[in-house]
């Protein structure tokens, strides 16, 4: 992952967009929103194109990858679309025995151990994931002035499905290894953020107008051994896309003690979990960074005055921010009824306007 010189390009079709121009800390017309994981089994339109169709093989279908991440756009008027794919494509690409379980999520043939286990973890280039240049093309020509999110998983949350083998809650065989063999688990980490690092750049030449690093699990950590054991890695990630001006947006759930470190690590805009109030995350992120959150992704099981009444909650703590982009503290639940994001959208939406 070297670094990436200095691109000076004409502005995209994408660079006034709301949601570029609030991560970039700029005035904005209405505060923007998309969801994480707005893309997915919420939608029925998604069930159906996606049945009988495995979930990393669906990953590899520009056409069928370029109408699943149209859809949220379509249905509820997002700000921004958000690559169909998922933290173990590049993994599964570089040659990696794995699969996503339904209703359980990645599962690994053979963990990663040992030394001689790092030797399966080979560099990626653009001609391993043919179809990721392929469906952007697609997309960017499709969404038009809308911005595409590009995104990978963090090297500490792909190291913890590769350590423990599938999904956890304890991480304790890669905190085993974080703790008992620092260099192994500083080389697995480098490596990842190598595999990372390059798996985004082939986003950001195809046409993606930022991208997000998602550390799912990094709340696993106390700040010490997030400082010392992972965010070297993080870091190394963000420096190699640093030169393409696009926006770096860093997320991880429960991550309340990590919020400035997180920044630190290289981010533009740091996503916030809905247990910490978005005024606090700015005190603790500091200046020189937008924020991303924070609704509380069950308040929309309750009933629509109460999503507001919640909304309302984050919009007014974030109204002294330098950039605000809404989203949930966590993705989308399977089972949310879609209207309820089309309805908070326009919300926000109407709210903000200004
Ligand atoms: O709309 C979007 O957000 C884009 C698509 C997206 C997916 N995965 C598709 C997907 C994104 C951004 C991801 C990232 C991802 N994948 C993360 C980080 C985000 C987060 O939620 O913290 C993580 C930890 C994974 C690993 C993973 N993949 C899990 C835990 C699961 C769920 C397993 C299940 O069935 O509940 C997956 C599978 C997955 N990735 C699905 C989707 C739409 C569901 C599988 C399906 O629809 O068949």
């Known amino acids: 992952a070297n670094e990436t010189p200095v691109r000076h390009q004409p502005p995209t079709a994408t660079y006034d967009s709301a949601f570029l121009k609030a991560c970039r800390r700029e005035p904005v017309p209405h505060t923007p929103v998309w969801f994480m994981r707005q893309a997915g089994r919420s939608l029925p339109e998604y069930r159906k194109v996606r049945e009988g169709i495995p979930m990393l093989e669906s990953c590899t279908r520009p056409e069928l990858v370029t109408e699943i991440t149209l859809q949220p756009v379509r249905r509820h008027d997002v700000d921004a679309a958000i690559y169909y794919s998922d933290i173990v494509v590049p993994l599964k690409a570089i040659g990696l025995g794995l699969d996503i379980k339904p209703g359980v999520g990645p599962v690994v043939e053979e963990p990663i151990r040992t030394r001689a286990?790092?030797?399966?973890?080979?560099?990626?280039?653009?001609?391993?994931?043919?179809?990721v240049t392929e469906a952007i093309g697609l997309l960017t020509k499709e969404l038009g002035q809308t911005p595409l999110i590009g995104f990978a998983g963090a090297p500490f949350t792909l190291a913890s499905y590769l350590v423990e083998g599938g999904p956890s809650r304890t991480y304790e065989n890669a905190k085993a290894m974080m703790y008992g063999d620092p260099e192994l688990?500083?080389?697995?980490?480098?490596?990842?953020?190598?595999?990372?690092?390059?798996?985004?750049?082939?986003?950001?030449?195809?046409?993606?107008s930022a991208v997000q690093l998602f550390d799912s699990w990094a709340g696993a950590l106390a700040p010490a051994d997030y400082r010392r054991s992972v965010?070297?890695?993080?870091?190394k990630v963000f420096r190699a896309v640093a030169g393409y001006g696009v926006p770096r947006i860093h997320f991880g759930v429960g991550t309340g003690e990590l919020l400035g470190l997180m920044g630190e690590a290289g981010a533009d805009v740091v996503g916030v979990d809905w247990r910490v109030p978005l005024?606090?995350?700015a005190r603790r992120v500091g200046p020189g960074k937008a924020l991303q959150g924070n609704l509380d992704p069950t308040v929309l099981f309750a009933p629509r005055e109460a999503?507001?009444?919640?909304?309302?909650?984050?919009l007014d703590a974030a109204a002294g921010l330098e950039g605000h982009v809404f989203n949930l503290g966590h993705g989308v639940m399977p089972s949310t009824d879609p209207d309820a994001l089309t309805r908070l959208v326009e919300y926000v939406h109407t709210r903000t306007a200004r």
């Open 117 to 131: 286990d790092l030797a399966r973890l080979r560099d990626l280039t653009p001609e391993d994931v043919p179809y």
């Open 279 to 281: 005024d606090e995350a």
């Open 185 to 208: 688990w500083a080389d697995l980490l480098d490596r990842l953020a190598d595999i990372t690092a390059a798996f985004l750049k082939v986003q950001i030449e195809a046409g993606a």
């Open 231 to 235: 965010l070297p890695a993080s870091a």
């Open 307 to 314: 999503v507001e009444a919640k909304t309302r909650e984050v």
